[in-house]
C-alpha cells in the first residue's frame, strides 16, 4: 500500500533568534483510501495558549498582550526579503506577518486592529475592513509567486481554537486549493455544467424570498443556509469569483456585512465563532464559482482542537507524529 506525502517549508524571520531567518517544517499527509489531508507541524505543541480566565486575570496587572501594539513588532516574526522587504504588510491599523506555528508554506497572520477587544459588538467595519485590505496585499504577493490559491478565515476565542485571544485573521496559500475549498469549486463546475448556470447566483435569487434571507450589503446577499455546517451559521455571497477581483465597494459590503453578523451574534449571546472565506482564481471559475463567506458560532468555554482549518478548510492541523503516540499506546498492549 502506497502511503503519500509531501512536505512544505515556511521561512521567516524569527525573533527568537534575533530575526535571524528560520525554517518550519509542515509535513502534508494523505489517507490511502478517502486521500484526505493532515497538516502536521510538531513545533506548534510549544506554541502559547491563552486561556479567557487568564487574560481577564490579567487586566490592571501589566502583563502583556503578544499581538498588542507594545510587543507585537518585536515578539512577532518577519518575512524574509525575498518575499517582502518590509517584513510585514501593514494596511491602516492592520499588521500582517508569518505564522510562527505554521500549517502551511505561506500561512500568515492579520491583526486587524491594535486594540485589544474580544466582545463581538465592540469590533467596527472599518478595523476589518482594514484586514481585508492589508490580506489583499498579502495574497496579490503570493499569487506573483506562483500560489493562486488563497484561504482568509477567523478563529474568535478559545472555543473556536484560537490559540491568542487578541482578534486577528488566518490567511493560508497555496499551488493547490485547501480540500473544503476544491470540494466547492468542483461541485460549482458541475452545477454549471449541468444547469448552464451559477448556482450561488440562483441561490440568491431564490433564498430572497424564504424565511431564511437575512439582508444585503453593497455587493453581497447574506442568508442562513439551508443546511448549516454550524451552529447559527451565516453564509454570504457575493457576486465575484475571487476576493481579488472585488472592487473598494465590496470590500466594504463585505466588512460591513460581517460586523452586523458580530453585533446579531452578540445580541443573541454568543461570544465565539469561525469564519472562512471562499474564494476561486477568477480566470479559471469566473461566472462558474462566487467567493462567499461563512460564519458559525461556537459554543463552550475550552479550547476546541477544531478550528477554520478543520471546519471550513476540511483538512486537520495536527503537532504530533502518529509514530511518536504510537510508541507511548504499544507499551500498554
Not at 466547492?184 to 430572497?208: I, P, V
Request: hydrophobic share 40%; net charge neutral.
Amino acid at each position: 500500500m502506497k502511503l503519500d506525502s509531501h512536505k512544505e517549508k515556511a521561512t521567516m524571520l524569527d525573533p527568537k533568534g534575533g530575526f535571524l531567518e528560520a525554517v518550519s517544517e509542515i509535513e502534508i499527509r494523505v489517507d490511502p483510501l478517502t486521500a484526505a489531508r493532515s497538516r502536521i507541524n510538531v513545533s506548534r505543541t510549544s506554541r502559547p495558549k491563552q486561556s479567557l480566565a487568564k487574560v481577564q486575570a490579567d487586566v490592571g496587572t501589566g502583563a502583556k498582550c503578544i499581538f498588542c501594539p507594545d510587543s507585537v513588532e518585536t515578539v512577532t516574526p518577519k518575512f524574509p526579503p525575498s518575499v517582502l522587504p518590509e517584513g510585514r504588510f501593514r494596511f491602516g491599523g492592520a499588521l500582517l506577518f508569518p505564522n510562527l506555528f505554521p500549517l502551511a508554506g505561506y500561512h500568515g497572520i492579520c491583526v486587524f486592529t491594535p486594540e485589544h477587544k474580544l466582545e463581538l459588538d465592540k469590533i467596527k467595519s472599518e478595523e476589518i475592513l482594514d484586514g481585508l485590505r492589508c490580506s489583499l496585499k498579502y495574497f496579490s504577493k503570493t499569487a506573483e509567486m506562483g500560489l493562486p490559491h488563497n484561504f482568509l478565515g477567523w478563529n474568535h476565542l478559545p472555543p473556536a481554537g484560537a490559540s491568542i485571544l487578541h482578534p486577528h485573521l488566518q490567511l493560508i496559500c497555496s499551488k493547490e486549493p485547501l480540500a473544503g475549498q476544491k470540494v466547492l469549486q468542483d461541485a460549482s463546475e458541475g452545477y454549471y455544467r449541468r444547469e448552464g448556470a451559477n448556482f450561488w447566483s440562483q441561490l440568491t435569487e431564490a433564498e430572497k424570498s424564504s424565511p431564511r434571507f437575512i439582508g444585503e450589503s453593497h455587493g453581497f446577499t447574506w442568508l442562513a443556509p439551508w443546511a448549516p455546517l454550524g451552529n447559527f451559521e451565516v453564509l454570504g455571497i457575493s457576486r465575484k469569483a475571487s476576493v481579488m477581483e472585488m472592487e473598494a465597494e465590496e470590500l466594504c459590503g463585505l466588512a460591513d456585512g460581517i460586523v452586523r453578523v458580530l453585533k446579531g451574534y452578540a445580541g443573541l449571546g454568543i461570544a465565539s465563532l469561525n469564519m472562512g472565506v471562499f474564494s476561486a482564481p477568477g480566470d479559471r471559475s469566473r461566472g462558474k464559482f462566487s467567493s462567499h463567506v461563512r460564519i458559525m458560532a461556537r459554543p463552550g468555554a475550552g479550547m476546541s482542537d477544531r478550528a477554520l482549518l478543520e471546519l471550513y478548510g476540511g483538512e486537520v492541523g495536527l503537532s504530533t507524529l502518529p509514530e511518536d503516540y504510537a510508541g507511548a499506546i504499544r507499551a500498554q498492549f
